[in-house]
């Protein structure tokens, strides 16, 4: 015991791997990228009319030209050139990142701008983006979306309850 107390700690001990936060992240977003693209292929075969399911959720079958909320519609390569960009940095930003947390939010919010980015270059709909979850006075939205949402909100409460060590 009195060894280890005189050389102090350890580096490998007291720093997180970045390759493990990193590999955290791109696995969080391989399963959302497939899973958005299975559900995106499914919606397109399946989905010929809005169905109600329960309550306020329904499918119904849209394609968005624009952004989150069809904000910017018809600027296709702008939109997959920021989303290029941020899927980068989400990249080289989940490698620094310490808690397993802060890197299943990045890996939500890479596999979603993935997804989204997906559909816009190599499915044939003008650089729309597949919708069709439905929601009472809400816009149609995709799994993707819902990554994206649900990551950014994991990030802040992770900052929120420990800033120091995101």
């Known amino acids: 015991m009195r060894g280890l107390q005189e050389r102090g700690t350890v580096a490998a001990l007291s720093r997180r791997d ?51 909320f069809s904000l910017f519609p018809g600027d296709t390569v702008v939109l997959a050139v920021v989303a290029a960009v941020m899927a980068a940095a989400l990249a080289v930003l989940a490698r620094r990142v310490r808690r397993t947390s802060s890197a299943v939010a990045l890996g939500l919010v890479l596999g979603g701008a993935l997804g989204n980015l997906a559909d816009r270059v190599f499915r044939g709909h003008g650089g729309a983006v597949v919708d069709f979850v439905t929601l009472s006075h809400w816009p149609t939205f995709n799994l993707a979306d819902a990554a994206i949402t649900v990551g950014v909100l994991l990030l802040v409460v992770t900052l929120l ?3 120091a060590t995101a």
């Open 18 to 68: 970045g390759r493990r936060s990193l590999l955290l992240a791109l696995g969080t977003a391989g399963v959302v990228l497939v899973a958005d693209q299975v559900s995106k292929s499914f919606a397109e075969a399946d989905i010929h009319r809005p169905v109600h399911l329960v309550g306020p959720l329904g499918l119904g079958l849209t394609y968005n030209t624009g952004s989150a």
């Open 161 to 163: 309850v420990r800033p």
